[in-house]
C-alpha cells in the first residue's frame, strides 16, 4: 500500500485559488462572490463576474467542488457586455414601474459609450421623465436589490412577453425546442437577457441618462476607462445610418430576427436577400454620383474601415459605378509604400507594428499622389514582403478623366494626403455600422457580426482556425481603435455593409468552426457566446447570394475576385 494515501473524513468545505497564488477555503455552497469579497483582488475596474476552472460564470454562482477563479472586470470585452446588459435591465425594470404602458426598445450603441433607446409610438420623453426614471434607477441601485435567473415553463414566458407587449420576443421563441426558458428577474420584472448578469443592482452606479434625436442615450463606461464616462458626443451621421437602416427594415419588412426566420420559412429569403442588396446598390450608386458632381475637383478618394467591413468589394463596386458615369479609378495599393523591414516601428512587444502610420513611407506616398495630380508619370513601388524590401514598379501615370483609389487603414488620417487641397480628396468610412437585433432590448453587435465574417473567410482562404481568429481579434480591435475609428468622422460619407440576412447565412459556416475551439481555452468562452447568439437564427444557404455581394468577400463565389477594373 502505497504509505502516502491515507484514508480521510468527507471534507465539508471546498477551496479556491487565485491567480496571484493565494488560496482560501470555504463552506460547499459558498458564492464566487463571496470568496471574490474575502480575497480582494486588486483590479483594473470594478469585478461583475468571474472565470471558474477556465468557464466564464456569474458572480453568484454556488461553488461545490475546489475551483481556480480568474475575476473578469469591466476592463474585460466579457465584463463590460455583462455591465451593460445589467445596466439595460436595470433600465427597463425602472421604466417598467415609471411607464407601465410603453416598452423601451434597445436600438444601438453610440461611440462614446452607450445604447440609443426609444420609447414605443415615437413618443419622447419629457425633461421630467428622465429624470424620473434616472432616479428611480438610482434608488434601485442604491437598495442592491438582487438580479436572479429562474427557469419558467416557455408558455408562461411567452405569456409574460405578450402581456408586456413584447411580441417580437415572444414570436421569437415559440418556436424553441426545449420546454422552458431561462428569464432574469429584478424588482419583480422579468425579461429575457441573452448572456449573464450582475448579481445585484449595486453594481449598477456608473451610468447617464442624455436626450438624443427622438429618444435617449443610456449612457455607461467604455472598456478602455472602465471607471468613468466619456464626454458625450453628438454623432449626427451615425444617427442617420441608423435611421436609413430601420427604413430598410421597414421597406424590406424585417425589423426583427423573429421577422427574418418567418421570412426563411414561408419561402421569401430570395426577395429579401434581392432587396437588401438592391440597397447597398442604391449606396453605392449614390457614392458613386456624390463624387462626380465633385469633379474635376476631386482626384482622389480614400477608402477606410475596421476589419471584414467588406472595404476591398467594395472599392470594387464603387470603381465600376465610377466607371459607368465616365471616371476611369486607378488604384494605388497602400501596403507598397511600407518602409523597408529594418525601419519598421515596433509595438509595446517588440514586434514588427505594421499598422502605425510611421509603417508607411509618407512623404514617398504624399510626392507620388502630387506628381499624378500634376501629370507626371511615377515608378510605382511593389513591397516585397518575403524580404521586407521595397522594390520598383512599373511606371503610372493618369488622365484627366482618372481618379486614384486608395483603400487602407490609414485612409481617412489627414496626415496621409497633407499638401494636396482640401477639395480634391473624398473620404468614405466603410463598416457594417448596424445589425438585426434578437428583440427590443438584446443587441447584437456589430463587431460580432464582423468577427463571423473573419472566422469564415481566415477558415477558408487562410488556414487558420476559429480559435486562431478569436486569439487575434484583440489586436485587430487594438488596431482599429488607434488607427481607424478616431478618424472616422473625417469621412465625407459612411458606408453601412451589413446585410439584414447575412447572419442567417454565416450561421451554417461559422458553427462548426466555433464547435472545433478546445474546451477549457479562453478562445472557447468567446466560441461560446457567439454559438449561444447564433442558435436564434434560422440558416440560409448561400447559394441565393448575388455574386457580387459583400458577403462573397467572405463565404467565396465572389465575381469580384479577380476582377481589376483599374488595370485595363
Not at 69 to 88: F, K, Q
Not at 277 to 287: G, K
Request: charged share 25%.
Amino acid at each position: 500500500m502505497n504509505s502516502k494515501i491515507i484514508p480521510a473524513p468527507v471534507r465539508k468545505d471546498i477551496q479556491v485559488v487565485f491567480p496571484d497564488g493565494r488560496a482560501f477555503n470555504g463552506p460547499k455552497g459558498t458564492t464566487a462572490e463571496e470568496f471574490i469579497r474575502a480575497a480582494a483582488p486588486q483590479t483594473r475596474g470594478r469585478i461583475v463576474a468571474v472565470l471558474v476552472n477556465g468557464n466564464l460564470r456569474e458572480l453568484s454562482l454556488s461553488l461545490q467542488d475546489d475551483a481556480t477563479l480568474v475575476p473578469v472586470t469591466m476592463a474585460d470585452s466579457d465584463g463590460v457586455r455583462i455591465y451593460r446588459r445589467s445596466l439595460s435591465f436595470l433600465m427597463i425594470a425602472a421604466a417598467a414601474e415609471i411607464f407601465p404602458e410603453d416598452i423601451i426598445t434597445v436600438h444601438h450603441s453610440m461611440p462614446f459609450g452607450g445604447y440609443y433607446c426609444e420609447r414605443n409610438g415615437g413618443r419622447q420623453l419629457t425633461d421630467e421623465d428622465l429624470d424620473q426614471l434616472r432616479n428611480r434607477m438610482r434608488e434601485i441601485v442604491d437598495a442592491d436589490l438582487p438580479i436572479t435567473q429562474v427557469k419558467v415553463p416557455l408558455n408562461e414566458a411567452l405569456e409574460i412577453f405578450r402581456q408586456s407587449g413584447d411580441l417580437e420576443k415572444a414570436d421569437l421563441f415559440a418556436k424553441r425546442r426545449k420546454d422552458y426558458l431561462k428569464l432574469y428577474e429584478m424588482n419583480g420584472v422579468r425579461d429575457y437577457f441573452h448572456g449573464f448578469m450582475v448579481s445585484s443592482t449595486g453594481y449598477l452606479d456608473l451610468f447617464d441618462l442624455h436626450h438624443y434625436s427622438d429618444g435617449f442615450i443610456l449612457q455607461f463606461p467604455r472598456r478602455h476607462e472602465p471607471d468613468r464616462l466619456q464626454p458625450f458626443e453628438d454623432e449626427p451621421r451615425l444617427v442617420r445610418v441608423f435611421r436609413e437602416y430601420d427604413e430598410w427594415l421597414s421597406i424590406i419588412g424585417i425589423p426583427s430576427v423573429a421577422a427574418l426566420n418567418r421570412a426563411i420559412r414561408n419561402g421569401q429569403t430570395q426577395e429579401a436577400i434581392l432587396v437588401a442588396e438592391a440597397l447597398h446598390n442604391r449606396q453605392l450608386a449614390s457614392i458613386a454620383a456624390d463624387i462626380a458632381s465633385l469633379r474635376p475637383h476631386v482626384r482622389v478618394v480614400m477608402i477606410s474601415g475596421p476589419s471584414s467591413a467588406g472595404k476591398t468589394t467594395f472599392s470594387k463596386r464603387l470603381a465600376i459605378q465610377l466607371i459607368a458615369l465616365g471616371i476611369r479609378p486607378v488604384a494605388i495599393p497602400m501596403d507598397n509604400y511600407f518602409v523597408n523591414r529594418d525601419l519598421t516601428p515596433r509595438d509595446e512587444k517588440g514586434d514588427y507594428d505594421f499598422e502605425a502610420l510611421e509603417a508607411v513611407d509618407l512623404a514617398l506616398f504624399r510626392q507620388h499622389l502630387k506628381s499624378l495630380m500634376n501629370g507626371e508619370t511615377i515608378d510605382q513601388p511593389r513591397y516585397n514582403f518575403h524580404t521586407g524590401a521595397r522594390e520598383t514598379g512599373p511606371p503610372l501615370s493618369i488622365g484627366s478623366d482618372s481618379v486614384l483609389l486608395i483603400e487602407g487603414i490609414h485612409g481617412l488620417n489627414p496626415k496621409l494626403v497633407e499638401g494636396l487641397p482640401e477639395d480634391c480628396v473624398y473620404r468614405i468610412f466603410v463598416s457594417a455600422l448596424t445589425q438585426l437585433n434578437l428583440d427590443k432590448h438584446n443587441r447584437v453587435p456589430t463587431t460580432d457580426t464582423r468577427m463571423l465574417r473573419r472566422i469564415v473567410r481566415d477558415a477558408a482562404r487562410r488556414g487558420y482556425s476559429a480559435a486562431d481568429t478569436i486569439r487575434r481579434w484583440p489586436s485587430v480591435r487594438r488596431g482599429e481603435k488607434n488607427h481607424i475609428f478616431p478618424f472616422q468622422n473625417n469621412a465625407n460619407v459612411f458606408f453601412n455593409s451589413a446585410l439584414v440576412y447575412e447572419l442567417s447565412v454565416l450561421k451554417p459556416l461559422a458553427q462548426p468552426l466555433l464547435l472545433q475551439v478546445e474546451s477549457g481555452t479562453p478562445e472557447r468562452i468567446e466560441a461560446n457566446r457567439l454559438l449561444a447568439f447564433l442558435q436564434w437564427f434560422d440558416p440560409i444557404e448561400g447559394e441565393g447570394i448575388p455574386s457580387d455581394s459583400i458577403l462573397r468577400e467572405f463565404t467565396g463565389g465572389s465575381i469580384l475576385e479577380k476582377f481589376e477594373p483599374w488595370q485595363r
